[in-house]
């Protein structure tokens, strides 16, 4: 992002930054800050303070009128000291869009000046955009199907060794270990979320939801089995 008086207002920098062109496949966008400054600036260890708001308005190539996100973004407040270490002082977010919904995307990002900042004159801020690269994307989704794919055959493999070759009067007298591996490599098929695609095309609450209710079913079932399996092997009183 680069500094221009977006609202030729001088007295209150802005950042200012676009970007075009963006997919689903992009998944989320990120706005963050840092601050960097010569190992030659005069700051004393001094704790330094920043106020800073950003501004985001959407819309897509076919639009006319931008589509204002957060409209009444109040100030943030930030402290920090440079160590005189390294040229980085800090870092910090800025903003987070979790859906990709529109194809530009602007972001203004307003500095309060301070006679902090001002006095150093090698010290400056900047803010930069961020997003998923869609080659990252293309891989989480190959990734996710090739252990979709292992997961469901490894539960078909184990329901037809299970249910198909135990009688059906003798099915009810599988073992807490049957039952328990049984509905951990469903539950395995779940948590590899073979809904993953719709979740990067056509995110919303619910594959959001979705996602995080299978992991968390998952993993609970499997402390569940652990903790019964090591309940197994108590040492027995004598009697």
Known sequence: MECRPFYQDNAAPIWYGRVEGMQPVNQKLYVYGYVTSKLTENYQGELLHMEFSMQMRAKNADDEIWNYLNPDEPFQDISFTCDGASELCTYFPVGYIPEINYEMYDV????????????????????????????????????????????????????????????????????????????????????????????????????????????????????????????????????
Not at 155 to 176: A, D, G, H, S
Not at 214 to 228: D, N, P, Q, V
């Open 108 to 239: 203004a990002v307003q500095v309060k000046p301070n006679d902090q900042l001002v006095g150093l004159e090698q010290t400056s801020v900047n803010f930069h955009i961020a997003w998923v690269s869609p080659e990252f994307t293309a891989y989480q989704l190959g990734f996710r199907t090739f252990f979709t794919i292992a997961s469901l055959l490894i539960l078909c493999f184990y329901c037809t060794k299970i249910l198909c070759r135990v009688p059906v009067q003798l099915q009810r007298q599988l073992t807490f270990e049957q039952r328990g591996a049984l509905s951990l490599a469903f539950l395995l098929f779940l948590f590899n979320d073979p809904l993953y695609p719709v979740h990067i095309y056509q995110p919303s609450f619910l594959t959001f939801a979705l996602t995080e209710f299978c992991s968390a079913l998952f993993i609970s079932a499997l402390l569940i089995y652990w903790l019964r399996e090591l309940a197994g092997f108590r040492p027995q009183k004598a009697p």
